[in-house]
């Protein structure tokens, strides 16, 4: 498996203003508007990612991994935290996936000019790619036959 795709974790805080429930018109509501967030993200998966593809490890891909927001029934969620990792190929960075996400805030604000929120990078690990034909791929194939073992190239 001379490719592995790297990820970077991603946090993003949704702000929002608590409200009682009967006061919509001062209330913000943060879990909505991660909402729309997520489904920006979900077009940008789903459209953008699938136009990128490495020939031994597929297409990138991004997923909301976890999601946390509310203060009770009856009141307008100052906050949501939504976590996301973000699946990476060879040719692709941090940068370019912060940049995703930012451009992604940036699209629901425009629908949304009262959206606001935070993106933090909690952690990476870059795509790591050698190419099949290396000498080093070739010898750990030549190894794996001399043990009786079959091989194949794979991502």
Excluded: K
């Excluded at 990078?121 to 050698?130: A, G, K, M, R």
């Amino acid at each position: 498996m001379p490719a592995h795709r790297g990820f970077a974790w991603i946090e993003v805080n949704v702000h929002g203003r608590a409200a009682h429930g009967s006061r919509w018109d001062i209330g913000v509501d943060a879990i909505r508007h991660a909402g729309l967030l997520l489904a920006e993200l979900d077009r940008v998966d789903a459209e953008e990612l699938s136009r990128h593809v490495h020939p031994l490890l597929g297409r990138p891909s991004l997923h909301a991994a976890f999601i946390e927001g509310g203060l009770g029934l009856s009141t307008y969620p100052d906050r949501c935290t939504v976590r996301i990792e973000r699946r990476t190929i060879p040719g692709e960075g941090v940068d370019d996936v912060r940049r995703e996400i930012d451009q992604a805030c940036d699209r629901v604000r425009s629908r949304r000019p009262e959206f606001r929120a935070d993106v933090e990078v909690l952690f990476t690990q870059p795509p790591s790619d050698v190419e099949p034909g290396s000498p080093i791929v070739r010898a750990l194939g030549e190894a794996l036959r001399a043990h009786g073992m079959s091989t194949t190239v794979a991502g």
